[in-house]
């Protein structure tokens, strides 16, 4: 019986022109995560990572405290598969459109003129209501890849993975929130595609799920574990 653990990436620069890099609080979680590994003595035979700039950077500070503590990791196979969803680049593209046609996004953006206080929240609200509505194909955004291939693509990897694995290895993966939901689906056979995308929202930067794989057979037993960081350390994106 083999074990995967998938790990979300670490806080990265939300509002920030450039997402895709880890905050300098992103930068302690990773440490914070490798830390731990490393004192209850996590080893790993395989290491994947996504294509990702956060998701590699925290895959690099967690081998570099590795490395601190006398522990080579594997070299990282780089899957293209382990990306993150379009939905960020979909909801900049869509939303302002989106206002006259759907009341509740209206609203928000309305409330944030009222009190730009509430522009954070209110920018996640609309992005969660948007990807409600573009996971299950309610909205097509021209250009941009589609719900139905990024599921189609993480299958791919997981695929890639699984057949790579051999018996009673440990495989480490870090990737990122939406793309671990989609995997936790595959293994739960979840086909509501909505509440999918819901699941995504739960993850925590740098927790971890894992899985079994054996005789074919890719199971869940744990969920979104954040057993290494304290609540003011703790963040969703």
């Given at each position: 019986m083999?074990?995967?653990y998938?790990?979300r990436?670490?806080q990265?620069?939300?509002?920030?022109?450039?997402y895709?890099?880890?905050?300098?609080?992103?930068?302690?979680?990773s440490?914070?995560?490798?830390?731990?590994l490393?004192?209850?003595g996590?080893?790993?035979?395989?290491?994947f990572?996504?294509p990702?700039?956060?998701?590699?950077?925290?895959?690099?500070?967690?081998?570099d405290?590795?490395?601190q503590?006398?522990?080579?990791?594997?070299?990282?196979?780089?899957?293209?598969?382990?990306?993150?969803?379009?939905?960020t680049q979909?909801?900049?593209?869509?939303l302002?459109?989106l206002?006259?046609k759907?009341?509740?996004?209206?609203?928000?953006?309305?409330?944030i003129?009222?009190?730009?206080?509430?522009?954070?929240?209110?920018?996640?609200?609309?992005?969660?209501?948007?990807m409600s509505?573009?996971?299950v194909?309610k909205?097509?955004?021209?250009?941009i890849e589609p719900?139905?291939t990024?599921?189609?693509?993480?299958?791919?990897a997981l695929?890639?993975i699984?057949?790579?694995?051999q018996?009673?290895?440990?495989?480490?993966?870090?990737?990122?929130?939406?793309?671990?939901?989609?995997i936790?689906a595959?293994?739960?056979?979840?086909?509501?595609e909505?509440?999918?995308?819901?699941?995504?929202f739960?993850?925590r930067n740098t927790a971890?799920?894992?899985?079994?794989?054996s005789d074919?057979?890719f199971n869940?037993?744990?969920f979104?574990?954040?057993?290494?960081?304290?609540e003011?350390?703790i963040?969703?994106?």
């Amino acid at each position: 019986m083999s074990k995967l653990y998938f790990f979300r990436h670490a806080q990265a620069s939300y509002g920030a022109a450039n997402y895709d890099k880890l905050s300098p609080k992103g930068e302690e979680q990773s440490a914070i995560l490798g830390k731990h590994l490393v004192r209850k003595g996590f080893k790993f035979d395989r290491i994947f990572v996504g294509p990702l700039v956060r998701q590699q950077h925290t895959f690099r500070i967690v081998k570099d405290v590795f490395q601190q503590n006398g522990i080579t990791l594997p070299e990282p196979i780089i899957l293209e598969g382990l990306k993150e969803h379009s939905g960020t680049q979909a909801t900049k593209i869509a939303l302002p459109k989106l206002a006259n046609k759907y009341p509740v996004i209206k609203k928000l953006y309305a409330d944030i003129d009222a009190n730009p206080a509430l522009k954070k929240r209110n920018s996640i609200l609309a992005f969660r209501f948007f990807m409600s509505q573009w996971v299950v194909g309610k909205i097509e955004i021209e250009g941009i890849e589609p719900w139905t291939t990024f599921r189609s693509e993480v299958k791919k990897a997981l695929n890639t993975i699984l057949e790579a694995t051999q018996s009673k290895e440990n495989i480490g993966i870090f990737s990122s929130g939406g793309t671990i939901s989609a995997i936790t689906a595959e293994a739960l056979k979840v086909t509501d595609e909505e509440r999918v995308g819901e699941m995504n929202f739960a993850i925590r930067n740098t927790a971890f799920s894992s899985f079994f794989y054996s005789d074919k057979k890719f199971n869940l037993l744990s969920f979104n574990e954040l057993p290494h960081l304290e609540e003011e350390m703790i963040t969703f994106i």
